[in-house]
């Protein structure tokens, strides 16, 4: 091989070569980083215990002031909830179903009346729940309810009302021990129950009872047929996913939250990124004809001696090879560089990241690794069937 | 390889020609294995064109030839290569030899794929033709008459069934075209070949079977 080497290097360009590999690695860059980048900012978005992660949004339709006044149906068809499970971004929907009937909770202490309120239910299925307890239940019969209250009022009373009073600060097992009584009315009938306060609630901002409670006492309480429910509460893949955004805005859904707002974010950068990575590839086709060219021209200078060899019975594959093994150095060479730069770019942008987002923890390198094993995988078969078939072309 | 035919075969470049008088153009003609054959030619009669078919170079001929039966004309690209390193020798007028290489070089790059001779055989046949000293010399700077010593001997770096040597003594004295001759033959002989030699006027002396013109 030493021998065929030393004819087929003759007139190899080292200024072509240079170029390609400039060009490449410029390409190869940029595809790189943004890539890395992507998947970096992704963290950040998506990380476990990330401000932005919610798995979980709730919904409802748009009140304006004519549905306000004609009193215009704000409650979701049954149309409308199978359109929505039918949407790939929405895993899983569920009902707010509130109480039809009077609900009083007064609060006593040696028999006398401390506190008393009149108030509302709703109840979701369990398992858009994230208060795990095993007193999350309700069988028929029970004179017992367990409760689960907004996060968000508990933190009101100890941060806002107790601390300017001076009071002390209610804690969630101290809540969990006080009874409340509960007093529900309707369909001529008036009974009273114990409410137990089983946790809080950072995901739902309403009055939970268990759903087979309220099924059995809207039943039981109300005369009224089944109503639309107001509220949806959605399990999605991904909170960020601006389909969801336009989803909900084409139907004139509002969402409680400004989670997805994240999505729009999102969005641009995914549009910023994909132009980069456009250009990026663009850059790498291009290179990828510098270094065809740069072959074809290095295989046509050698035509004469490539035909020498094919004819003292050198096979296509064996002559070949040593242009096949430049080609390939020349990707593993922009292939090192290429990463070299991007994780001296890389350190200096995590730094910027950890400085806004101390509990950022950066995605792999993984994303970077495959984009470049797939990138080196696919220009060096690109290269081998290149130059395979035109040094094949050189006999008949 | 035991025969090689030629059926009704013409260059493309002659098909328009009605005044082909030759012993192998446009007849049935078979080369045998074993057997020695001369062809003389004048120039521009197709003597290199012949060469090229039988070595794959070229195909544009009608006509049929055919190894052992099979048409030459269906094999692939490496059915070529294998051929070319086991079954047909070729020393070409033109020689096609690497000016960049040493001539010991120039016979190892054929004898490295091959693995036919040992160094101590080639290097007994660079003194037997007289180009012992040259061994280390670059082909670009050696006169022709030794470049066409140092191509049969890279010729003769393979087994083969069949050698085809074109005008292999043009530019040597007697003395020399006959120790060539002495060379091919004795190789020839051991492997028990078939040979085909041509000329264009001085001819390479050996035991020829048949002599034919193009």
């Given at each position: 091989?030493?021998?065929?080497?030393?004819?087929?290097?003759?007139?190899?360009?080292?200024?072509?070569?240079?170029?390609?590999?400039?060009?490449?690695?410029?390409?190869?860059?940029?595809?790189?980083?943004?890539?890395?980048?992507?998947?970096?900012?992704?963290?950040?978005?998506?990380?476990?215990?990330?401000?932005?992660?919610?798995?979980?949004?709730?919904?409802?339709?748009?009140?304006?002031?004519?549905?306000?006044?004609?009193?215009?149906?704000?409650?979701?068809?049954?149309?409308?909830?199978?359109?929505?499970?039918?949407?790939?971004?929405?895993?899983?929907?569920?009902?707010?179903?509130?109480?039809?009937?009077?609900?009083?909770?007064?609060?006593?202490?040696?028999?006398?009346?401390?506190?008393?309120?009149?108030?509302?239910?709703?109840?979701?299925?369990?398992?858009?729940?994230?208060?795990?307890?095993?007193?999350?239940?309700?069988?028929?019969?029970?004179?017992?309810?367990?409760?689960?209250?907004?996060?968000?009022?508990?933190?009101?009373?100890?941060?806002?009302?107790?601390?300017?009073?001076?009071?002390?600060?209610?804690?969630?097992?101290?809540?969990?021990?006080?009874?409340?009584?509960?007093?529900?009315?309707?369909?001529?009938?008036?009974?009273?129950?114990?409410?137990?306060?089983?946790?809080?609630?950072?995901?739902?901002?309403?009055?939970?009872?268990?759903?087979?409670?309220?099924?059995?006492?809207?039943?039981?309480?109300?005369?009224?047929?089944?109503?639309?429910?107001?509220?949806?509460?959605?399990?999605?893949?991904?909170?960020?996913?601006?389909?969801?955004?336009?989803?909900?805005?084409?139907?004139?859904?509002?969402?409680?939250?400004?989670?997805?707002?994240?999505?729009?974010?999102?969005?641009?950068?995914?549009?910023?990124?994909?132009?980069?990575?456009?250009?990026?590839?663009?850059?790498?086709?291009?290179?990828?004809?510098?270094?065809?060219?740069?072959?074809?021209?290095?295989?046509?200078?050698?035509?004469?001696?490539?035909?020498?060899?094919?004819?003292?019975?050198?096979?296509?594959?064996?002559?070949?090879?040593?242009?096949?093994?430049?080609?390939?150095?020349?990707?593993?060479?922009?292939?090192?560089?290429?990463?070299?730069?991007?994780?001296?770019?890389?350190?200096?942008?995590?730094?910027?990241?950890?400085?806004?987002?101390?509990?950022?923890?950066?995605?792999?390198?993984?994303?970077?690794?495959?984009?470049?094993?797939?990138?080196?995988?696919?220009?060096?078969?690109?290269?081998?069937?290149?130059?395979?078939?035109?040094?094949?072309?050189?006999?008949? | 390889?035991?025969?090689?035919?030629?059926?009704?075969?013409?260059?493309?470049?002659?098909?328009?020609?009605?005044?082909?008088?030759?012993?192998?153009?446009?007849?049935?003609?078979?080369?045998?294995k074993g057997q020695k054959y001369l062809?003389?030619?004048?120039?521009?009669?197709?003597?290199?064109?012949?060469?090229?078919?039988?070595?794959?170079?070229?195909?544009?001929?009608?006509?049929?030839?055919?190894?052992?039966?099979?048409?030459?004309?269906?094999?692939?690209?490496?059915?070529?290569?294998?051929?070319?390193?086991?079954?047909?020798a070729?020393l070409?007028?033109?020689?096609?030899?690497?000016?960049?290489?040493?001539?010991?070089?120039?016979v190892?790059?054929?004898n490295?794929?091959t693995?036919a001779q040992k160094?101590k055989t080639i290097l007994e046949w660079f003194d037997m033709l007289g180009i012992g000293?040259?061994?280390?010399?670059?082909?670009?700077?050696?006169?022709?008459?030794?470049?066409q010593r140092v191509a049969l001997i890279r010729a003769l770096c393979q087994p083969f069934d069949f050698i085809f040597v074109?005008?292999p003594v043009?530019?040597l004295?007697?003395s020399n075209s006959d120790l060539m001759g002495v060379l091919l033959a004795s190789e020839v002989e051991r492997q028990g070949a078939g040979v085909i030699v041509?000329?264009?006027?001085?001819?390479m002396q050996m035991n020829y079977d048949?002599?034919?013109?193009?």
């Amino acid at each position: 091989m030493k021998l065929v080497w030393k004819l087929l290097r003759q007139h190899i360009s080292p200024f072509q070569l240079i170029g390609f590999i400039l060009a490449n690695l410029i390409g190869m860059v940029v595809i790189l980083l943004g890539v890395q980048f992507y998947s970096d900012i992704q963290a950040i978005y998506n990380g476990e215990d990330s401000f932005m992660k919610d798995d979980y949004v709730i919904i409802n339709k748009k009140t304006s002031m004519m549905s306000s006044l004609l009193g215009g149906a704000n409650g979701f068809t049954d149309n409308e909830m199978n359109d929505l499970r039918r949407q790939s971004f929405i895993e899983d929907v569920g009902m707010f179903t509130p109480s039809e009937y009077e609900v009083s909770a007064s609060f006593h202490m040696r028999g006398i009346t401390k506190f008393s309120t009149e108030m509302f239910f709703e109840s979701v299925p369990d398992k858009f729940i994230d208060v795990k307890s095993d007193k999350w239940r309700y069988n028929e019969g029970d004179t017992r309810i367990p409760i689960i209250l907004p996060q968000n009022y508990l933190d009101l009373y100890n941060f806002g009302f107790a601390q300017s009073k001076n009071l002390p600060k209610i804690s969630e097992s101290l809540l969990g021990i006080l009874t409340l009584r509960i007093s529900i009315t309707g369909n001529g009938r008036n009974d009273v129950y114990d409410g137990k306060i089983v946790g809080f609630s950072s995901r739902i901002n309403t009055i939970l009872v268990p759903e087979s409670f309220m099924l059995w006492a809207n039943g039981e309480y109300s005369s009224n047929a089944k109503v639309t429910p107001a509220r949806l509460i959605l399990q999605v893949n991904n909170p960020t996913d601006e389909k969801l955004t336009t989803y909900l805005s084409e139907h004139n859904y509002m969402t409680d939250t400004e989670k997805l707002d994240a999505s729009k974010t999102t969005f641009m950068l995914r549009v910023i990124i994909g132009i980069v990575l456009a250009i990026g590839a663009v850059i790498c086709l291009l290179s990828f004809f510098i270094l065809t060219l740069s072959i074809y021209l290095l295989v046509q200078k050698n035509s004469e001696k490539i035909q020498n060899l094919l004819l003292l019975g050198y096979t296509v594959a064996k002559v070949s090879l040593p242009y096949q093994m430049l080609a390939m150095g020349l990707n593993l060479t922009v292939l090192f560089f290429a990463f070299a730069i991007l994780f001296i770019v890389r350190n200096l942008y995590l730094e910027i990241f950890t400085s806004f987002f101390p509990n950022f923890v950066p995605s792999s390198i993984v994303p970077a690794l495959l984009t470049c094993s797939v990138l080196f995988i696919l220009s060096s078969v690109m290269n081998f069937m290149v130059i395979k078939q035109k040094v094949s072309r050189l006999l008949i | 390889m035991e025969y090689i035919r030629f059926e009704n075969v013409i260059p493309n470049v002659f098909a328009h020609r009605n005044d082909i008088f030759s012993d192998i153009w446009l007849k049935d003609v078979e080369f045998v294995k074993g057997q020695k054959y001369l062809i003389e030619a004048n120039s521009g009669t197709g003597k290199s064109s012949l060469g090229s078919f039988l070595f794959g170079y070229r195909n544009d001929y009608t006509g049929t030839i055919t190894f052992d039966n099979l048409d030459i004309h269906s094999f692939s690209k490496k059915k070529w290569c294998d051929l070319r390193r086991k079954q047909i020798a070729f020393l070409w007028q033109e020689l096609r030899l690497f000016p960049e290489l040493t001539a010991l070089e120039n016979v190892a790059i054929k004898n490295n794929i091959t693995r036919a001779q040992k160094k101590k055989t080639i290097l007994e046949w660079f003194d037997m033709l007289g180009i012992g000293d040259k061994t280390e010399s670059l082909v670009g700077k050696m006169s022709y008459g030794q470049q066409q010593r140092v191509a049969l001997i890279r010729a003769l770096c393979q087994p083969f069934d069949f050698i085809f040597v074109d005008e292999p003594v043009s530019h040597l004295d007697e003395s020399n075209s006959d120790l060539m001759g002495v060379l091919l033959a004795s190789e020839v002989e051991r492997q028990g070949a078939g040979v085909i030699v041509t000329s264009i006027g001085k001819r390479m002396q050996m035991n020829y079977d048949k002599i034919f013109r193009l």
